[in-house]
T-cell receptor, first 111, second 112 residues
Framework: AQSVTQLGSHVSVSEGALVLLRCNYSSSVPPYLFWYVQYPNQGLQLLLKYTSAATLVKGINGFEAEFKKSETSFHLTKPSAHMSDAAEYFC?????????FGQGTRLTINP | DTGVSQDPRHKITKRGQNVTFRCDPI?????LYWYRQTLGQGPEFLTY????????KSRLLSDRFSAERPKGSFSTLEIQRTEQGDSAMYLC??????????FGPGTRLTVT
């Protein structure tokens, strides 16, 4: 079965600093990978997806992620954090027809 | 494209009562999913429909839970004889392809 591990349940960065959220997956087949963002009391919004095309994937709001098969990783980055980036971020991998999510990383932005 | 909608957004019920949630997917999406999210956790898969057929159910979906998608449009999730452990956010998602799922705002259930 596929699984996702997000390293760090809480990450805090200063406004303008680099954001790095870590995701490692295990999959017996070539995976499709996703990052979602969730603001308080809201559903999940798709940030970006990897579907076996380019290994560097660009998403919305300035986020990008790089698929590294050798490291089984799909880390999310943003060069310069903005206060509006404060939210919960989830990495997910497909397993048959469904998504398997990590436990999430709460991102806090310090002014 | 109005997105996935869910109703109600919040539900407070007493233990032992039955509750029903509704999900309206994006109109052209033939796949519909239900997930449950508890505090501090990622969403967990409950069940999946392709058109009106329920094709997969998680072991998390006990006999007290039932989901339907009549005519392949909206879906309902019913929980019978609610327990305090059922308190969670119930998320619905839809997709056209078997990935890239679009989520609704969720229904937050509190069982007292």
């Amino acid at each position: 079965a596929q699984s996702v591990t997000q390293l760090g349940s809480h990450v805090s960065v200063s406004e303008g600093a680099l954001v790095l959220l870590r995701c490692n997956y295990s999959s017996s087949v070539p995976p499709y990978l996703f990052w979602y963002v969730q603001y308080p009391n809201q559903g999940l919004q798709l940030l970006l997806k990897y579907t076996s095309a380019a290994t560097l994937v660009k998403g919305i709001n300035g986020f990008e992620a790089e698929f590294k098969k050798s490291e089984t990783s799909f880390h999310l980055t943003k060069p310069s954090a903005h206060m509006s980036d404060a939210a919960e971020y989830f990495c997910a991998v497909t397993q048959a027809q469904k998504l398997v999510f990590g436990q999430g990383t709460r991102l806090t932005i310090n002014p | 494209d109005t997105g996935v909608s869910q109703d109600p957004r919040h539900k407070i019920t007493k233990r032992g009562q039955n509750v029903t949630f509704r999900c309206d997917p994006i109109s052209e999406h033939n796949r519909l999913y239900w997930y449950r999210q508890t505090l501090g956790q990622g969403p967990e898969f409950l069940t999946y429909f392709q058109n009106e057929a329920q094709l997969e159910k998680s072991r998390l979906l006990s006999d007290r839970f039932s989901a339907e998608r009549p005519k392949g449009s909206f879906s309902t999730l019913e929980i019978q004889r609610t327990e305090q452990g059922d308190s969670a956010m119930y998320l619905c998602a839809s997709s056209l392809e078997p990935y890239e799922q679009y989520f609704g705002p969720g229904t937050r259930l509190t069982v007292t």
